[in-house]
């Protein structure tokens, strides 16, 4: 019976939810997310999908990204362009904006820089113990994969966005309880917790070996990693 584990970023530090053989299991917080990927590593948790930026360029942008904000069509604004490695170790936003326009040609918006340190502590994590089971999800391309290949247009943030998304995960078997235990996910905002449930679809798909990639095939970094989205 596999496990694997969804995991989105929140305010309190990563959300992860399990699942067993492609059912519900688990939903829990924790503050670092390498500590979760080597409890992962120690349980034999076969693959974990976060939804997180992994691998980086050197020039240029990702391909990662420009299809999948194809992909999602009217749901495209939910997809940040990831700018090349070297804009990510500058430390303010101004500079980062300058060397983002050195080696694109275009600007870096502020709600992109906002990722950045979450960004560095998951790419920190892929040279760390358990790093090989890590991947990059995207929650809006999976739920299009649960829709059917049709993007959802209600906003994740709306009453009817977050039913729309729970009844497409309990329609694959992710049925997602109204008490989520005591390990300090209830008190996270609903959106996340639906964002690492369809990372935790995505990685069960994985494990299974029927999941997809954009692109594919994926890019790779210079030490050889892939860099994509799998749904």
């Known amino acids: 019976m596999a496990t694997v584990l ?11 939810v399990a699942l067993r053989d492609g059912r519900f299991a688990q939903a829990r917080v924790a503050t670092a997310l390498c500590s979760l990927l080597a409890e992962a590593a120690a349980d034999g948790v076969a693959v974990v999908a976060v939804d997180m930026p992994l691998g980086l360029l050197e020039t240029g942008w990702r391909r990662a ?6 992909l999602l069509g009217p749901r495209r604004g939910s997809v ?13 936003y101004d500079e980062a904006r300058r060397r ?18 979450k960004l560095r502590e998951a790419n920190a994590c892929l040279a760390e113990p358990g790093g090989d089971r890590l991947f990059e999800a995207h929650p ?16 994740k943030k709306s009453w009817a966005g977050q039913m729309a998304r729970r009844s497409l995960l309990a329609a694959a078997g992710i049925v997602l309880p109204d008490d989520l235990g005591d390990g300090g996910a209830g008190s996270s905002p609903p959106d996340d917790v639906l ?3 369809a990372a935790a679809w995505t990685a069960h798909r994985i494990a299974r070996g029927r999941a997809h990639s954009l692109p594919d095939p994926p890019e790779h970094d210079t030490h050889g990693r892939p860099i994509a989205i799998w749904y």
């Open 6 to 16: 969804g995991i989105d970023a929140c305010p309190a530090g990563w959300l992860a």
């Open 65 to 70: 990204d420009t299809e999948a904000a194809a």
């Open 80 to 92: 940040f362009p990831v700018p090349p490695r070297a804009v990510w170790q500058e430390a303010e």
């Open 100 to 117: 983002c326009r050195e080696l694109t040609g275009a600007g870096l918006s502020r709600q992109t820089w906002a990722l950045a340190p």
């Open 140 to 155: 809006e391309v999976s739920f299009r994969a649960l829709a059917g290949g049709t993007p959802l247009l209600v906003r």
């Open 195 to 197: 964002d690492a449930a």
